[in-house]
């Protein structure tokens, strides 16, 4: 063996020790990970911030386990250790608890954890939703739209929050706040503490034109993003393709008007978590099935004889105050709407107008009352009360009630167009039947959904949104075509049933192994809107959906199904022919597309934001988000190292000071070798 | 550099160029020669170039003074008001400090 293969080895064997070697940092020892936390974050708006925050290095508390108010009442009055940080069960986490806690100025953190009690409400937005982009007057004193709610999603809490779900975590904070904590509360500083460390610290700060600005600053050193705009994508697809011709020469269908099916595709919550079963999974879920019943039973002559097509869109970021609306209505009046950059006589698309909408109707949430059917709007026209007596004549369930609009996407269009004809279909009269509107708790229990493979069970969820799509179907079908349907074709509520629990459940449900191919988390996929330069999983995927069960069959599965050459009223695509046959494919011409759905306010050179014109949402950057538990020694203990510390330093400068000034003694002088030549 | 193996005149031409050198908005020349020519200004016995090297001592020390009082009431003044001057203070930063009003 030579030298070198020896080296080799021996380094090789030295590396294997170091590996195996357990490289903490020996003041991260002293803590333990608490996992699966989900931070509450800070949200800026033109004029103000709503959200937590810690401290830059986290904010630090001793644990106090409280199972109700009354304790925690008790520690705010007698502890004699803060700051705390209480752990409490969810359903406690009101605005009187809040303010109580930012009032007795102990408090530095709070954990909330889910546990079994049932909720009988638990809702943080306002009790009139989006209310300064709303219209005046729709949210009325006696009849609040969401009644419980507690707008402490919009307060802004100068302390951070974090969720907790996993039962054992919750244990283990348990376990450690009653061997250490839970006694004699007197002498709590005297001995150590099991104490949390909540770290979410948010750069942004103020409002949004202080953070945009700061983020802009050419001069700065050293440059941070404090804030990113709110913001997604809107869907939208038409039943029929807006051109006709054969594939290369297409025109645009320029003398058509449109029924606009919309719903939207957000919700929002207090934590990094949303669920959005009522709000907005009930209207997508609608929104699609309709869109697959009407693709049934209208054709493209009926269209054509009509030159009435129907524009399904889904708005996202309509929870911060009608994001995608704000724009897109903003793109139709610009001449932007399908497509930025079009002239008016091009020979791809119609430019789109808000003249050229016919009827907008918005489904809003329909899960919480199978009795009944609401049909809200504001004035009485030809459009809506002759498509409200068809609606009436499908169904008796259908109410209809005047004068009324809860909070919809339909807003943002008659505040700018006073006479824009629209209606929004609920399941509530004059406030909501959903007690967990924009909550972690509004999910599949909330509207009573089980998954049930061949949707057999008559009274479910699944059969009453499916009768629901008929309704609407029928009557937008007679709306175009002027006759009453009759035939058999119905909505198919095994989709129903699928799309539920793509929403709710698992996203790698059938629908979506029908439209793509990726491999998704078995968690149901986040609604919350998001930053602006980050794609939602969920809007890719409906778009897909959408897309397809729009779509027209386009021959052969193969690899020549692709826009070539290129057609820009179209997308090609393989997907699977149906639910029950995913393995056939075939080629499908889409007319799904995406709008940007990013508030005009961050697109408008120079805007003004104090206007109110526009929302303004953005969402602080931060870097950390976590829970961490250790044990606080006691206060002398404390004061103990501190000192030992500082004595060791000073004691340390004596004897340096005296080794110096003894130093000829201690090292005898190196004797000089030569003599100085120059003296 | 050691003052004890440097000739008077040497003394007084850098103790000078120090003090001229500091005029260029430079302070912390001026507070480096007020202290390094301390000892030879008010402590040495008298020479015949002490006289001189004293007056700029002295007049460096109030110079670098003028400007410690300057920075400091600046430095409160700006960190004081930095959030209600807003956008101004945020124009005049060369680094924003995050999560602070």
């Not at chain 1, 009522?278 to 009407?294: C, D, E, M, Q, R």
């Not at chain 1, 091009?346 to 009944?372: T, V, Y």
């Not at chain 1, 027209?552 to 826009?563: K, L, R």
């Not at chain 2, 090297?53 to 008001?81: A, D, E, H, P, R």
Request: hydrophobic content about 35%; proline content about 5%; overall charge neutral.
């Amino acid at each position: 063996m030579n030298k070198t293969t020896k080296c080799t080895l021996n380094a090789c064997f030295i590396l294997c020790i170091l590996s195996i070697g357990y490289g903490e940092r020996t003041k991260d020892k002293m803590y333990e990970r608490i996992t699966g936390a989900r931070g509450c974050y800070r949200r800026l708006n033109a004029t103000h911030q709503i959200g937590c925050s810690s401290e830059r290095d986290g904010s630090t508390g001793v644990i106090f386990y409280a199972e109700t108010t009354e304790k925690l009442d008790f520690i705010l009055h007698n502890g004699t250790a803060p700051p705390y940080i209480p752990v409490m069960p969810v359903k406690i986490l009101t605005a009187d608890v809040i303010r109580k806690l930012i009032d007795s100025g102990i408090v530095s953190g709070l954990v909330v954890h889910a546990n079994n009690d049932t909720l009988d409400y638990f809702t943080h937005d306002y009790q009139c939703p989006n209310p300064l982009s709303s219209l005046d007057g729709t949210c009325k004193r006696e009849s609040l739209w969401n009644p419980h709610g507690t707008a402490l999603l919009f307060t802004d809490i100068p302390f951070p929050i974090f969720y907790l779900e996993e039962e054992e975590e919750v244990w283990k904070i348990r376990d450690c706040f009653k061997k250490f904590n839970d006694f004699d509360y007197d002498a709590q500083a005297d001995r150590p503490l099991c104490s949390l460390e909540l770290k979410s610290f948010m750069y942004a700060t103020t409002d949004t034109p202080t953070c945009k600005r700061r983020s802009s600053i050419m001069t700065n050193l050293n440059p941070v993003k404090f804030c990113d705009p709110l913001g997604d994508s809107n869907i939208w697809s038409s039943l029929y393709p807006l051109v006709e011709g054969s594939r290369n020469e297409t025109v645009p269908l320029r003398n058509h008007k449109y029924i606009v099916i919309s719903a939207r595709m957000d919700t929002t919550s207090m934590f990094e978590k949303t669920a959005g079963g009522n709000s907005p999974v009930t209207g997508i879920v609608t929104l699609l099935t309709l869109a697959k019943y009407l693709k049934g039973i209208l054709t493209q002559d009926d269209i054509n004889r009509a030159k009435l097509n129907i524009l399904f869109i889904l708005f996202n970021g309509e929870t911060y105050d009608y994001i995608g609306s704000q724009r897109l209505l903003y793109d139709m009046l610009n001449g932007y709407f399908p497509v930025k950059g079009l002239h008016e006589t091009n020979d791809i698309l119609p430019i789109i107008r808000p003249d050229d909408i016919k009827l907008f109707i918005e489904l809003s949430q329909l899960g919480n009352n199978m009795d009944k059917l609401y049909v809200h709007y504001l004035q009485n026209s030809t459009q809506i009360d002759s498509f409200y007596s068809k609606l009436r004549n499908y169904s008796e369930k259908i109410k209809d009630v005047p004068s009324s609009m809860p909070p919809a996407s339909l807003h943002t269009f008659m505040k700018k167009l006073p006479s824009f004809p629209g209606l929004v279909i609920s399941d509530h009269e004059t406030s909501y039947t959903n007690h967990f509107y924009n909550s972690i708790f509004d999910d599949a229990v909330n509207i009573g959904f089980t998954y049930d493979p061949n949707a057999t069970e008559q009274n479910s969820l699944q059969y009453f949104i499916a009768n629901v799509s008929e309704v609407i179907g029928n009557s937008v079908y007679e709306t175009i075509t002027g006759k009453h349907y009759s035939g058999k074709y119905t909505a198919d509520v095994v989709l129903v049933n699928e799309l539920f629990q793509c929403y709710l459940e698992d996203p790698n449900c059938k629908v979506h192994r029908a439209t793509q191919k990726g491999k998704l988390p078995k968690v149901p996929l986040s609604l919350y809107v998001g930053v602006d330069h980050v794609a939602n999983y969920a809007t890719t995927l409906t778009s897909l959906t959408l897309g397809w069960l729009t779509a027209d069959d386009a021959g052969e599965s193969n690899i020549n199904c692709t826009n070539n050459p290129r057609n820009y009223a179209f997308k090609y695509y393989n997907m699977s022919k149906s639910i029950q046959e995913l393995n056939v494919t075939r080629c499908y011409k889409i007319t799904m597309n995406t709008t940007d759905a990013i508030s005009p306010a961050f697109i408008i050179p120079d805007y003004n934001w104090t206007s109110g014109q526009y929302s303004t949402w953005t969402e602080s950057t931060w870097t950390e988000m976590n829970v961490r538990i250790f044990l606080k020694p006691s206060s002398a203990h404390e004061k103990m190292t501190i000192a030992i510390g500082s004595l060791s330093v000073i004691f340390s400068f004596i004897f340096v000071y005296f080794v110096k000034s003894r130093s000829h003694i201690l090292f005898t002088p190196p004797l000089p070798t030569e003599a100085p030549t120059d003296c | 550099m050691d003052l004890t193996k440097v000739s008077n005149e040497k003394k007084l031409s850098l103790c000078q160029w120090y003090f001229r050198i500091g005029f260029l908005f430079l302070p912390f020349v001026w507070a480096v020669n007020a202290i390094w020519f301390f000892n030879e200004a008010f402590r040495k016995p008298a020479y015949e170039e002490q006289k001189r090297i004293k007056k700029y001592v002295i007049f460096s020390g109030i110079g670098s003074s003028i400007w410690l009082i300057l920075i400091v009431s600046w430095v409160t003044t700006f960190q004081l008001n930095r959030a209600r001057w807003g956008a101004f203070a945020d124009y005049i930063s060369f680094i924003i400090p995050v999560g602070t009003p």
